[in-house]
């Protein structure tokens, strides 16, 4: 038997680039298409956009740049070598490139895996901060960044990179979702990756309209306090799995119900989105 003969033949199989490769690479490009233009104008700070900063301070854009842009790059040659080895189990899943389902199935797909995705990226993304091991070896490179702008969305550890690219595959494996649709998902979870990291809470921004997204603002306070609102999408998860709730998220939202901009809010509530001691100090246990 021709060993190399086999592996060769194994990896040259176009389902092997249309599923896991092009899926990564999509990904990855759907992130930046979102997260470069915010990271742009966060870099510009430009006068008239400044009301609707969540944290009323600068911006690390420069501090934090070429780090993210290295993070991107490492973790997703790491995430691509873990594809690679995972491939004979990928195979044998039920994802496949046949017949598109009707429009309506693939809605209700999509439904299930922003369900399961955020569950389940609640859950450890709360254990990241309850597990001291975790926090402190793990999920503290995230939170480097206090007020983050888009392209810091994908500035974690390689191993939180590969577990969350791992949570998003779930749904789609279950179901034995079209690979059309695995990429219409993956476009879905990086827009909100990257939104949650802008720093910007602007009434025009396009993901207001997704019915369960709550924006960049249910993130942003979760920088901001250290602590809270852990889910993605739902802030549901966040009420009812344990009241992980931000009570500043909760004032700011009743503020802005009551037409005030994100500058206006935090001048009324002076130093609320701006902690100096609490977040370091806990990665620090």
């Not at 870099?43 to 944290?55: A, E, H």
């Not at 007020?147 to 500035?155: A, D, E, L, P, R």
Request: glycine share 6%; net charge positive.
């Amino acid at each position: 038997m021709n060993v190399f003969g086999y592996w060769d033949g194994f990896y040259n199989d176009p389902w092997f680039w249309q599923f896991p490769m092009a899926t990564l690479a999509i990904s990855m490009v759907a992130f930046l298409i979102v997260a470069t233009p915010w990271t742009i104008v966060a870099w510009l700070d430009p006068v008239s956009l400044r009301k609707y900063k969540i944290q009323q301070k600068p911006f690390e854009v420069r501090k934090f740049l070429l780090p993210s842009l290295g993070r991107i790059l490492i973790n997703n040659i790491i995430l691509a070598s873990l594809l690679v080895l995972s491939w004979p189990l990928l195979k044998l899943t039920a994802v496949h490139n046949t017949e598109l389902p009707a429009w309506y199935v693939i809605l209700a797909q999509l439904v299930f895996f922003v369900l399961l995705d955020d569950f389940l990226y609640y859950w450890m993304h709360r254990y990241m901060h309850e597990n001291k091991w975790l926090l402190r070896n793990v999920h503290s490179v995230h939170h480097r960044i206090r007020n983050t702008c888009g392209i810091n969305g994908n500035y974690v550890h390689w191993l939180e990179y590969s577990l969350t690219a791992t949570l998003t595959l779930i749904g789609p494996v279950l179901l034995g979702a079209h690979v059309y649709v695995i990429w219409l998902w993956v476009v879905i979870r990086q827009i909100e990756g990257a939104d949650g990291h802008i720093g910007y809470d602007i009434p025009w921004n396009p993901v207001h309209l997704l019915p369960v997204y709550e924006g960049p603002v249910y993130h942003d306070f979760h920088h901001a306090k250290f602590k809270g609102n852990y889910a993605g999408f739902l802030p549901y998860l966040d009420k009812y799995m344990g009241k992980t709730h931000i009570p500043a998220y909760l004032r700011y939202l009743k503020a802005k119900r009551n037409g005030l901009t994100a500058a206006e809010i935090a001048k009324l509530n002076g130093a609320e989105l701006n902690p100096s001691r609490v977040g370091h100090q806990n990665t620090r246990q």
